[in-house]
């Protein structure tokens, strides 16, 4: 039985960045605070804080004083900044360059004209979101679909931007959607911000999946990423199966099968579906 890993799947550039920033700090301090999860797999995060890492939420920033703190690939609103200064503490900040080009460009669209509708495409809520809305003040409308973006005002001018890991297809459709409904001579403006590092995988991953028998998609419960990248799998191969860990492989599957196929989202370690692909190559012998 053949059993591979997709070269292509595991930590994008944006997340092995924070990752190696944080065992340097850890490295040579040994213990380091993190704002939210360092990454949406909870192996890692596991990993990690036996190093020395500690997740904080953003209810306990302010009890935090004269220490460091990371900034996760996800980025942070303005505010976290301001409180981060004003208790002293000293931010390590790995916001993924995208992700920070993408505050910018919306920081200025909001200054420019803080009256026209700033619609982002993207999950309510994911952190990267929180951050991206934070730069117009909190104005910002998130939508996650086109019932969504049946409540803007289309007699209002409207500037669309992506949440960087989101699917391009599902962005088109609503960039289409609004076109078909803007009243006419009101502006409407799109920007595709969706990282093409995570966007094509797509297509990878949809081909990875068709050539194995059984596929064991590798990935955290609260990655967006990876719910959209294991969709995609289960839409081409029906023996798609989510896992967080080795020891969620049910090998009654892999019976009287030829190969097996393990691949994950971009917050998924290497390391984690190499263990999976020990666990069934072991169970072989």
């Not at 004083?65 to 996800?74: E, I, N, Q, V």
């Not at 967080?244 to 090998?251: M, N, Q, R, S, Y």
């Amino acid at each position: 039985m053949i059993v591979e890993i997709d070269a292509q799947s595991g930590f994008c550039h944006g997340v092995t960045t924070a990752i190696h920033k944080a065992e340097e700090e850890l490295a040579s301090a040994g213990k380091l605070y993190c704002l939210g999860d360092i990454v949406h797999n909870g192996s890692e995060c596991e990993r990690l804080k036996r190093l020395g890492l500690i997740s904080v939420g953003h209810e306990e920033l302010h009890s935090l004083h004269d220490t460091k703190l990371l900034l996760r690939a996800h980025g942070e609103p303005p505010e976290t900044y301001k409180e981060a200064e004003r208790n002293n503490i000293g931010l390590i900040d790995t916001t993924c360059p995208v992700v920070l080009h993408l505050q910018k460009s919306i920081k200025a669209a909001y200054e420019y004209n803080p009256d026209v509708q700033i619609v982002i495409y993207g999950k309510l809520g994911h952190a990267e979101v929180v951050g991206l809305v934070g730069q117009t003040e909190g104005h910002a409308i998130v939508i996650e679909n086109v019932d969504d973006a049946r409540r803007l005002d289309f007699n209002k001018g409207i500037v669309l931007y992506s949440q960087t890991t989101k699917s391009l297809s599902g962005f088109r459709e609503i960039v289409d959607f609004i076109k078909q409904n803007i009243s006419e001579g009101v502006t409407f403006n799109y920007f595709d911000t969706i990282c093409r590092q995570v966007s094509n995988r797509i297509a990878n991953i949809r081909d990875f999946a068709e050539k194995h028998d059984v596929v064991f998609f590798v990935s955290g419960t609260k990655s967006s990423n990876g719910r959209e990248l294991f969709n995609e799998c289960k839409a081409v191969n029906k023996n798609s199966h989510m896992i967080t860990c080795a020891e969620e492989i049910d090998l009654s599957i892999i019976k009287n099968i030829d190969s097996v196929g393990i691949c994950g989202a971009t917050s998924t370690p290497k390391w984690l579906m190499e263990q999976c692909r020990d666990v069934i190559i072991n169970n072989k012998r």
